[in-house]
């Protein structure tokens, strides 16, 4: 469906394969600042509420179109949901065309009785779920003006260590999709 009302929520759920990633990228910077450039064979992207899909939706080089005053809300996430290895989306950078974004802002909500599924039902697939307090967080932005930018999406990326228990950093990564601000 094609949003055209003003102040509009497209939200971008980015998936890494972060095997790939370690595997291609094996000693990548560990300074936010100075992320390791990567090819887009790793990243997935999936956008709704969008004004529409230019091209690229599933992929790394999704490119999307809004309209000045709708939002962009970007999450990050591994192919194993962020249980094992996890990625943490931290910035949207201009790189070249119009800067249409304005300052991203990362937030996180706390939902008190989000579901998980149900460990002690297992023959119903763990259904009924258990209520639990579960954090969700993104990085957002308004959109200011019109114009076509190509921007850095930022990602850490995290590893299970050997207690099974904590995520350590393993390095911080970039690439570069497209958006397209309609006039």
Known sequence: MELTASGQTANILVVIDTEYVKSTYPKPSTDPTKPTGINHNSQFMIATGTRGIISGQGTADLS?????????????????????????????????????????????????????????????????????VQNFSSLDSKVGKSGTENFYVYFGLYTLGSDGQTQNLFGYFYWDPTITVQG
């Open 64 to 132: 999307f179109k809004l309209n000045v005053g709708d939002y962009a809300s970007f999450t990050g996430t591994s192919v194993y949901a962020n249980s094992d290895d996890s990625v943490i989306v931290y910035g949207i950078k201009y790189w070249s065309g119009t800067q249409v974004f304005n300052s991203f802002t990362p937030n996180v909500i706390t939902r008190n009785r989000a579901v998980q599924p149900n460990p002690e039902q297992v023959a119903n697939g763990g259904i009924p779920p258990l209520q639990t």
